[in-house]
């Protein structure tokens, strides 16, 4: 500080030039700095009043340091050393100085505020005052430097040193530049911890024929997106917001907030450079230029309103995003709220995407498409094309499957497929041309067996003919599902359904609660899935419009690695058993049904215990979870009961209402003193459930009743455990 005050009275004892105001600050005017001049002389300055121009944030490369106010506060000249500006300016003149006396060069940048681009030849002028080594020069700087380091478009020729005449100016003539940007005047060279270095600047003026804050740079020899009319009339069909052959005349429009203006790119000049992307659209195609000033939300893209769907409908386009930026696609409601959205991954550019809207919707949405993130840093730009929407409006009339109306059960000799009983393989895979499958469950029997003949009312194609599994659906919203059994784990597991979807319905394949829907109605169907999770996979043959149709399943393949597959004892095993001591109820509940009931609860070391203390509280009940066994396996487990006269039960229905004609005993009534016993009971495979429960209604004979669990585990006859 002390050394600071030193300086300061130097160039006030010899130059009479002392700071502006307290901090000496540079009197920037911040409005003008955060958007674009509209006209090239709002960035001439001498100082004396709020300007667009400031100091940079130093990034430690180009600028280590800052320029500073001062104002001339007498008459003196300045000394012959300082030079080659005017040496006797007038009082109360305004400079802005950058100096330093250290040993090591430092620099500093004064910047201007954005202009958008310079259409032609242009010239910056300024009066500058040079002392000892400080050099200057001239950078055009990107509008927003991005890792908080200055990025240089062009440095321009510049011509002003210590040696020009007294009292000449600096002059920079300047190219055109067809991009945003910012001036930099830059002094350097400031060291010398003996004398000093510095530079001065003011009267800054800048002549040029610039670019309006509404320019747009003309890429791809755009013009302007129709906006909405109110001469549309509403969409008659969903291939309406079709927009790949006639753009100026598709049903989407532009909603515009900002700079960043949605136009019809004519053609592909400089492409690659710009969007780094070898692929690009066919043809005319939409796209939005943003620019780095542009502000969030930006305009974005819509579409006509979808007034009601009566099916499942799908969006497709083509996208591409120069680097930095992130979109996403939404649907909307009428009143503009957002109802879904999905993101507009850079990975998959340039696609087609495609993305489904699952059921009939019999409200009123629309699409938009809108950029939500870009860098700053310098200009981007979103192209759209090949826009297809396909479905079913409630306006329109459902197309008719081929040879439409048929007895298609007799076409196909439709047969419920034989109950067997369910196989349990250590393979997914299946061919119905030789296999009922019966590995793969039909819950509600949907999926019949049935031929599909050489020769039919339609043509379906040759891999699918033969024996098949087949769903046959007489109206909308109806579902038949094949179920695998559990699976404990997948690495690049892969699932492929060989089969044909008729006009009306469809097919998906579900690996770990994520679906693949069909893109066509006939052939290869796949879903991938890594998981270190035991899961399920699913088939889901489903109609979608309210007419006859069906679908047809020719095979089940899998490739890659799944894990061994759980047998469904296995499986019950790993939900039946618990450590009550340890884990509380794990997977089992315990009602409370009526006055008479009791809860069980965890006794922390011991288990899980009931008490039944009055002549009203006469039960407790544990419910196991839902289970299914493929082999005989027995439930074995430690209880202890403390009163003569109380029972304990298993009810494998889970009526418990009447344990002693419904339940089988367990343990009681006649107990000599309170141990804990050894239960093991065997469980039939048609067993998928059972309530435990312990009873007392001795109470007035016997008093109180306390029940103990302190383990369930399943084995098999041999006292083996099976997990």
């Known amino acids: 500080m002390a050394q600071y005050k030193k300086e300061l009275r130097y160039l006030d004892f010899y130059m009479g030039i002392v700071p502006a105001n307290k901090d000496g600050a540079i009197d920037s005017d911040e409005e003008l700095l955060s958007k674009y001049v509209s006209q090239a002389s709002e960035l001439n300055c001498r100082f004396d009043e709020p ?45 802005v100085l950058a100096g330093n006396t250290t040993s090591q060069q430092q620099s500093a940048i004064l910047i201007s505020a ?7 030849k242009g010239t910056l002028k300024f009066q500058y005052w040079l002392h000892n080594s400080a050099k200057i020069e001239i950078v055009l700087l990107k509008v927003n430097p991005s890792n908080g380091h200055l990025h240089v478009l062009n440095r321009p020729r510049v011509d002003c040193h210590y040696l020009k005449a007294p009292k000449d100016e600096c002059r920079i003539d300047l190219d055109p530049v067809a991009e945003p940007f910012k001036f930099g ?101 939409i796209f939005q230029y943003i620019d780095p000033m542009a502000e969030l939300p930006l305009g974005h ?11 499942p409908s799908s969006l497709s386009f083509r996208y591409w995003m120069s680097p930095g930026i ?13 109802l879904s959205c999905i993101y507009l991954n850079e990975n998959d550019s340039p696609g087609p995407i495609t993305i489904d809207i699952d059921t009939a919707d019999r409200h009123a949405f629309r699409f938009t498409i809108e950029v939500i993130k870009f860098e700053s840093a310098h200009s981007g730009v979103f192209v759209v094309d090949d826009i297809s929407y396909t479905g079913l409006l409630c306006t329109e009339r459902a197309p008719l499957p081929e040879g439409s109306p048929l007895n298609l059960e007799m076409v196909f000799d439709l047969q419920p497929v034989p109950r067997v009983g369910i196989n349990y393989l250590e393979t997914l895979d299946c061919d119905f041309e030789v296999d009922y499958c019966s590995h793969w469950e039909n819950p509600d029997d949907l999926f019949q067996q049935g031929f599909v003949p050489a020769v039919a009312p339609f043509e379906i194609p040759k891999p ?19 179920i695998s059994q559990q699976i404990s784990c997948a690495e690049n597991g892969r699932l492929t359904v060989t089969y044909y979807s008729s006009e009306g319905s469809q097919i998906s394949v579900c690996a770990d609660n994520r679906c693949v829907k069909q893109r066509r109605p006939s052939g290869q169907l796949s879903v991938n899935v890594t998981s270190d999770q035991p899961f399920r996979l ?32 296995e499986v019950s095993c790993l939900a039946l058993e618990c450590n009550f001591k340890e884990q509380g109820l794990c997977n089992y509940r315990s009602d409370v049904v009526g006055e008479e009931s009791v809860p069980f609860v965890q006794i922390p070391n011991q288990g899980i215990g009931a008490k039944l203390v009055s002549e009203k509280s006469k039960r407790a009940i ?79 004979q016997f008093g109180d009743a306390s029940f103990l669990i302190e383990h369930i585990e399943l084995v098999d006859k041999d006292g083996n455990l099976l997990c």
């Not at 954005?114 to 032609?120: M, N, T, Y």
């Not at 699918?464 to 094949?482: K, S």
């Not at 469980?683 to 435990?692: C, T």
Request: glycine share 4%; hydrophobic share 35%; net charge negative.
């Open 51 to 95: 300007c667009g121009w400031t100091n940079t944030p130093s990034d430690g490369l180009l600028d280590s340091s800052d320029f500073y106010l001062f104002k001339k506060n007498d008459s003196k000249s300045f000394p012959i050393q300082i030079r080659p500006g005017n040496p006797e300016p007038d009082v109360d003149a305004h400079f």
């Open 114 to 120: 954005p202009v958008a681009c310079q259409k032609s």
């Open 185 to 285: 005047i830059r002094v350097f060279g400031l060291d010398d911890p003996s004398i000093g270095s510095f530079a001065m600047i003011t009267d800054i003026r800048y002549a040029a024929n610039i670019c309006g804050t509404n320019d747009v740079p003309s890429l791809f020899g755009g013009i302007p997106l129709p906006k909405s009319s109110n001469n549309w009339t509403p969409l008659e069909k969903t291939s309406d917001l079709n927009c790949a052959e006639n753009i100026q005349g598709c049903r989407w429009f532009p909603i515009e907030k900002s700079m960043a203006k949605w136009r019809i790119g004519k053609h592909k000049h400089d492409w690659s450079n710009i969007m780094r992307s070898k692929s690009y659209p066919d043809g005319d195609f």
């Open 301 to 311: 893209l819509q579409s006509e309103l979808v007034q009601c769907t009566q099916a």
């Open 326 to 338: 992130q979109a996403q696609l939404c649907t909307v409601s009428a009143e503009n709220v957002s």
């Open 464 to 482: 699918i003919r033969g024996n098949a599994a087949i769903a046959l659906f007489e109206d909308f919203n109806q579902q038949a599902i094949f």
């Open 538 to 569: 699913k088939i889901v043959a489903e109609s979608i419009y309210a007419q006859e149709s069906f679908v047809i399943v020719k095979r089940i393949e899998t490739t890659g690695q799944f894990c061994r597959i759980q047998m469904p004892t």
């Open 622 to 700: 544990l419910r196991s979870p839902e289970f299914r066994l493929s082999s005989l396996a027995e439930l074995r487990f430690r209880t202890s009961i403390s009163t003569f006269g109380a029972r304990l039960f298993i009810c494998p229905d889970e009526n418990v209402q009447n344990v002693v004609e419904n339940c089988e005993l367990l343990l009681g009534p006649k107990i000599d003193q309170k141990k804990l016993e050894i239960i093991q009971i065997q469980l039939d495979p048609e067993i998928q459930h059972f309530a435990l429960v312990a009873y007392h209604d001795k109470y007035l």
